[in-house]
């Protein structure tokens, strides 16, 4: 018998450009409210218009820009409203992700969320913020990765990339990032050992905090 093979797809331009366009976006390369053109993106990646119009389309699907009736497009503005409901997602879906990272993370993968929150701390001592910024969103990738579920994983990412501009405004402040090292510390120790009722705990007190805070 012939063993047959399913073929190997590369992935598709638009992806490659999305994904070059969110991290950007996290990167806080783009201001909030500011338009983005294709002509623009299709120089600063390289590439032709159509893949930057299709991954600017899908971007607009997934919130990250906004689409004008005239389809033009630019980065997403966020409100006290969209905050606040930001927050509200956050507390439901954050404590549970810290939960299954627990439950679900392999021993490699715990040390490797233990040797980021040491880079983070690093990063906070060391100064710069845009260092620190980064640190805290590799951090914040692995427990999602950790978590064994890949939808509760994508929900999550996505109030991450939510409130980006937010977070980037606070960790404008020693003393916001000083509190993210805290949290995340005892965070990461929970995890580690595999506690998840006090992971889910400290990462709701942690949601809770910052929505006071706001």
């Not at 600017?56 to 980065?75: C, F, N, T, W």
């Not at 914040?140 to 994508?154: H, I, P, T």
Request: glycine share 4%; hydrophobic share 40%; charged share 30%.
């Amino acid at each position: 018998m012939t063993e047959t093979r399913a073929a190997v797809m590369p992935e598709r331009l638009r992806d490659q450009v999305y994904r070059l366009i969110r991290d950007d976006l996290r990167a806080g390369v783009f201001e909030p409210g500011q338009r983005v053109v294709e002509g623009d993106l299709a120089g600063r990646y390289r590439v032709s218009r159509t893949p930057v119009r299709e991954a600017l389309m899908k971007l607009a699907q997934d919130g990250l820009v906004i689409e004008s009736q005239d389809r033009r497009y630019s980065v997403r503005a966020d409100t006290e409203e969209t905050c606040a409901e930001l927050h509200q997602v956050r507390r439901l879906l954050d404590p549970l992700l810290a939960r299954q990272a627990a439950l679900a993370g392999s021993i490699p993968q715990k040390r490797a969320l233990a040797r980021l929150q040491a880079k983070q701390r690093a990063a906070h001592v060391a100064g710069p913020m845009e260092d620190f910024v980064s640190a805290n969103a590799r951090f914040r990738e692995q427990v999602r990765m950790m978590c064994g579920n890949s939808f509760l994983a994508k929900c999550c990412a996505f109030a991450d990339d939510g409130s980006q501009w937010e977070r980037r405004n606070a960790f404008a402040r020693p003393d916001y990032r000083a509190l993210e090292v805290e949290f995340d510390e005892r965070l990461t120790a929970a995890i580690v050992n595999s506690e998840a009722d006090r992971a889910e705990a400290i990462m709701r007190d942690y949601v809770d905090r910052i929505r006071a805070a706001h």
